[in-house]
Structure formats: structure tokens, C-alpha cells
DNA sequence: CAGTGGTCTAGACCACCAC
DNA sequence: TGGTGGTCTAGACCACTGG
């Protein structure tokens, strides 16, 4: 039995994308095993009535997914492996929640503060300007995960406490409308200091996971400068990554 | 002055990667600068004798790869920001080859092993069935770095350990004809055991950063497990990552 | 050899944005 | 309202893979 596929052409929903998501579905559901071949994109479009182009537009994004694979003289397959998550800008909240975890947030700091070289440099703004400082304890099941600590440029955002607790900081920007586009980041190790070891209930010099990043704007504009802290007991980053070919 | 475009026919590399590797090489160069547009499709189709989707499929390969920013009713723009990287697959020897490190690697372990249940898990092998296991140290400026320890199905690649110390495993692979398709990789933290400390000129207990690693090629097949610590005063991840529109 | 994906054409209509 | 990218069509020829 070949596959139950056909769009709707009365539909707002662009024909390659409605395609798209049947086959992405019937991957998932595993009406499409791994290794099935796809059958061939001209026998593919007649069924569907729709164009051969149209038809490898959809394909091609799945491709792009990692979740197919086309081989010239062959056709196109489904990738075997169990390709999830590439690597997507998601906040340290919505991947908790997604996780089950009932994350909760404590604002510690939301304020104005002058910028630190560091941050002026991350953010493209000038030494001691102001700009919106946000501290944030990050807690999962009742015990300290995380303290993110967040610069950004003025006017940019409404930063409200009760908000920022409820919900994520990137969750918050793109509801304003901002196009996030990329992010530079940096993982890395260290002993806690003092301080740090405090906030999340460690002793000092214990192991430390640590990350920086700056994220930009589909203009360009750096929207956000984040330098954060993690319990390596607690938390680790785990993502997928697809060669690009 | 436009910018000076043009195609060769006669050449056997498709017309839309001829394109996008000039526009790529203008935007590296200078020529076309952040924020400036790109003239629109169809003008610059006729003006290099394209069709407009030929055209529509160079640029949307420097789309995909964060240099280009397209918005309806606008235009197509240089994005402002520095993209660089956008997290490939990297070996630490190629890493560290770009940043002029001058690399070493001493081969430590290369040998067969029974598998444990962790790496027959990874690999989707039988516990205990043979695999290769390869430990190396890498050094840079003499110093430890990083010790990589890694197992691989049987019968995939030889495994020469000279080769090892003057490549990375990556590149072997690539050699061999194994195409890399995508990646697991989880990133934490923890301190040294008295054997890591040592290995890695620390003292027991010292934060390390962590990688472990699952490689599939694209019929799906795991191909590499690794499990690497880092010392975290030498080396952190850095990366850049897209946002899927 | 037959079949597949890879590339390319010359049009067309629509949705969105700035003015 | 004019210009842009977003989508779509109905063909065509070529390069590579497998038997």
C-alpha cells in the first residue's frame, strides 16, 4: 500500500509544505520505514497532480531535515537513525519543559546597569551606555539548575519579572517581533567561585558547566548577550548536528 | 558599480553553484557590504542569461547558510552580522589546524576490545562483540588538551595509527568513502578521576569539559562513539547556529 | 540498458511591503 | 500602486547508479 497523500489546493498552506508535512508525519508515525525508498518524483507528482518541481521542493526540505537522503540512480530514502533535535536556539526553558520538568524561574536582578566592556563589545554599543541587566536562577524539581545572567539593549523589550518567571526570554522576543536569525556561542568548563558556588548550592571549585552567547537579529542588531552557569550534575547540552553536504 | 557577475557555460559545475560562489566570494571580499541589496531576481537573471530559478536557487543556497536575508516587498540583503561557522562536524584536529595550533596527537590505544554495554548501545552492536577502541592525546604547543577515546564497528576503516597521528579520524573516514550524515553529542562537565588528571596534567578533581559523540552515516549506520574530556583552561566549544525559519 | 535524481528554462499568478 | 520575493507549472536534457 503506497502512502495516503493529497493537498488541497483551495488551501492557504503552499502545496510543496502541505507534502512536506504528510511525509514528515508518516516518517513519525512509521507508515514510512527507514530505508524505504520514496518511489520517484515524476510518478510522485502525477499522483498528486502537482508539478515535478513543487514536488522535489518538498523533499528537498526534508533532506535539508536530515530525514531523507537521495542518492543519484537509486531514489530518495528515509534516513534510518533517529534524527530528532538539530540543534535548534531553544531557551533552557522550553527544553525543560518539554523534558517534564516543571522549570521555575526566580528574577534576582532586573535592572539598568552601565556596560561592562564585555558586554558593550557582544552587544555593539558603547562602554558604560545603559543596558538592561536580567539575573535569573534556573530551578528544576525544586533544586538550583542554572543561574543565567542576560544583557540587552535598551527599548528593544517590555522586561517584566512576573513574565520573564512564566515564561522564556526567547519566547518573550519573538512575541515582541523580533526575527531571531543566529547565535554565537561558547561551552565551556570551571571551578565555581565563591560566589557562584553560593547561587547553586555547590562548594567552591566545584566543576561548572558554562556558556556565552550572543544572539543577533535577522538585521544584524545583537538582541541579547547571555553569560550563564550550569550544574554539570544537572544539566548538559545535548543536540544533534547534520553534515552539511 | 553593480558587481561583476558572470557564468561560464561550458563548465561542468552548475550554473546556480557558479553564482553562489561569486555572491559568497563578494560578500568575504568586501564588494557587496552588510545591509546592502542584492538587485532583484529577475533583473539579475536577465542580466546574466539565467532563468530567475536558477538564480532563486544560488541565493537561496547563501540563504541557508545565514549570508543572505530575504524579506517580501524589500529585497534580498547582506546580513550585518560576522557568520562564520555554522557548526560543522569538525574533528579537533581540524580545529586546531585552523587556529594554527600545530596539533599532536600520540596514539595511545589501537586495539580490538569486547564492546561494554554503553559503547554496544551507541554503536547498535552486540554486547561484547569485538570493536576497535582508539585513545589519543592530543596536544597543542606541547601541552595535553584533550584526550579522545573512541570506538568503531570492525571492518569499517584501517586503522593505522601513524595515520592517526598525522590526521584526524574524521578525515580518514571521509577518505574511505563513508559519508557522514549526522551527530548526537551531549557536552558536561565534571571533575578529574585520579586516571583523567593524570593523563591530562591535572590535578584530581580539576573541572574537565566533556563530549561524548555518536557519528551515523547516512544509511544510518552508527560509525563512531566517542567519549572525550577536554581540559577546560585550553579549550571550550565555540559555534555559530542558525534559526530555522 | 533503464531508471533515478540533478539541473535548467520561460513563462505565470499571488502575497506582502513601502510609498 | 509598483516592486519585491513566494509559489507553481510543464516541459527538457544530463549524470549517475544499478543490473
Redesign the pocket.
Known sequence: MPLELSVDRSS?V?????LSQQLEAAIEHGSLTPGS???????L?ARL?????????AI?SLVDKGLLV???????QVVHSQVKRPLELSSLFDDLEAAGQRPATKVLVNSIVPASAEVAAALGVAEDSDVHRIDRLRLAHGEPMAYLSNHLPLGLLNLDSAQLEATGLYRMMRTAGITLHSARQSIGARGATAEEAERLAEIEGAPLLTMQRTTFDDTGRAVEFGSHTYRPTRYSFEFQLLVRP
Do not use: D, H
Open positions: 492557504p503552499p502545496l510543496y509544505f502541505q525508498l520514496l518511489g520517484n518524483e515524476i510518478e507528482a497532480g502537482l508539478s515535478r518541481p513543487t514536488v522535489r521542493q528537498q537521495r542518492r543519484r540512480g537509486v531514489g530518495t
